[in-house]
């Protein structure tokens, strides 16, 4: 009888040890997840966050998910993501973009320098229209002319709907974007302004006539094209001064393509260049502003290929009457038919009288285009570099300057010399004009 109840008893505490292990392995195994959970927190990045509460253990991944979407999507999608198509494009051209408005201006610089292109071989069309009547292409030219100017519109309303989207939440750029959008949606005003007079042209009464008037139409595209392109290598130049990466642009990109001057940002970078070297400001310098008169009628006439290369042919003959054996003097192209030149240890007066045999130069000359004589006339607005001029201020009071000049009638220089713009009385000196061909 003793031994039987010591048997019972034996088999109770087996039967209680394996109840105890069976209820503990579940014990075990939430200290080993938990151990592993404490594990992957410490690699995780510390930008991720681990949730207020834990999802109960039947909860999949997807129902994890739908917790957050919000989250989710966030975490996925940056303030400033730029779209797949422009990554792909700027890729191609090997353009890095360190911002969504840095991507907007490089991908709008490159397509309307394709747009204005394509207007470009369009105009050739017409004016090959207008001195071969027999022709019976127009129809064609303005189909095509048509679909141009669809696409393009396109693309600007595109990018301006990435930039409205992208509202208020682009940082210190944010002013810039709003500023790129207004103008492009002027620009799509302007442009389907044109587009409409160019539809009520009639070519059916005097073909000749109604080419005449599609070439002066299609002329004022060319010329927006001219101003957004000006527009975005301002805007493109804006970024990269408030990223503080003057000092990383390449050399190319300091160079004017065309005419083979300076440009902008190669301007820029010698100014600040000149006063990081000089920071009291003591050395003098001055910089003038040259402005082709009337290029538009040229334009009209001849056609913006062969204005491109009479602008090339103007950078050229800049660079070689500006004095250069000390390597301070520069000529740079502005934007359009502007160009600047930027002369150190000089004074306002010296550079005036520099820029006056430079202005009586070119209007002596005589210009050959295509067996076709003309001359050419420049005005001219200098200034001195004062210490405490920054960029924007020089080149305002550059511009105002040289619209002074235009305003005296064209063909004239004007000086300001900190107390508003005067004319310029022309010198006596006399100079010998070229014969130049525009290659």
């Not at 939430?30 to 995780?44: H, R, T, V």
């Not at 005003?189 to 007079?197: H, L, N, R, V, Y």
Request: hydrophobic share 40%.
């Amino acid at each position: 009888m003793i031994w039987f109840i010591l048997g019972i008893g034996v088999f109770n505490l087996a039967i209680g040890f394996a109840v105890a292990l069976y209820v503990d392995r579940p014990r075990e195994v939430l200290s080993e997840q938990m151990s592993a959970s404490k594990s992957a927190s410490k690699l995780a990045p510390p930008s991720e966050t681990v949730p207020a509460e834990t999802p109960p253990a039947t909860s999949s991944v997807a129902d994890t998910a739908q917790v957050n979407p919000v989250l989710a999507d966030d975490e996925a999608t940056p303030t400033d993501e730029i779209p797949d198509e422009w990554l792909d494009q700027l890729e191609s051209e090997n353009i890095v973009a360190g911002s969504f408005v840095e991507a907007s201006v490089q991908v709008l610089r490159l397509e309307v320098g394709r747009y204005r292109d394509c207007l470009i071989a369009i105009d050739r069309r017409v004016r090959e229209c207008l001195h071969d009547t027999q022709k019976q292409d127009l129809s064609e030219i303005l189909t095509e002319l048509k679909q141009t100017n669809q696409d393009w519109l396109a693309q600007q309303e595109d990018a301006a709907d990435h930039l409205a989207a992208r509202s208020g939440s682009l940082g210190a750029l944010e002013a810039m974007g709003v500023q790129l959008e207004e103008t492009l949606l002027e620009q799509t005003a302007q442009i389907e302004s044109t587009c409409k007079t160019i539809d009520q042209l009639d070519f059916q009464t005097d073909v000749q006539t109604g080419c005449r008037r599609l070439i002066s139409e299609t002329r004022k595209l060319i010329d927006l094209a001219h101003s957004l392109r000006d527009r975005m290598q301002e805007s493109l130049l804006a970024v990269v001064k408030a990223e503080n990466r003057l000092d990383e642009l390449e050399k190319n990109l300091l160079v004017d393509s065309l005419t083979g001057c300076g440009n902008r940002s190669g301007l820029e970078r010698l100014l600040a260049d000149l006063w990081r070297d000089d920071p009291s400001r003591l050395r003098q310098a001055s910089c003038a502003m040259i402005d082709i008169d009337r290029l538009s009628r040229l334009s009209e006439r001849f056609g913006a290929i062969a204005c491109d290369r009479l602008l090339a042919s103007v950078g050229k003959l800049l660079e070689e009457m500006v004095r250069d054996n000390r390597g301070t003097d520069v000529v740079a192209r502005y934007d359009g038919q502007r160009f600047v030149v930027f002369m150190i240890d000089t004074g306002p007066r010296a550079q005036t009288s520099a820029m006056e045999r430079i202005r009586k130069t070119i209007a002596e000359s005589t210009f050959e285009l295509n067996g076709d004589e003309f001359e050419l006339t420049v005005s001219c607005g200098v200034t001195e570099v004062l210490t405490d001029d920054t960029t924007d201020v020089l080149y305002q009071r550059m511009r105002r300057t040289v619209e002074c000049a235009k305003k005296q009638g064209r063909n004239r220089s004007c000086l300001d010399e900190g107390h508003g713009a005067m004319a310029v009385d022309p010198p006596e000196f006399e100079v010998k004009g070229r014969r130049l061909h525009v290659a």
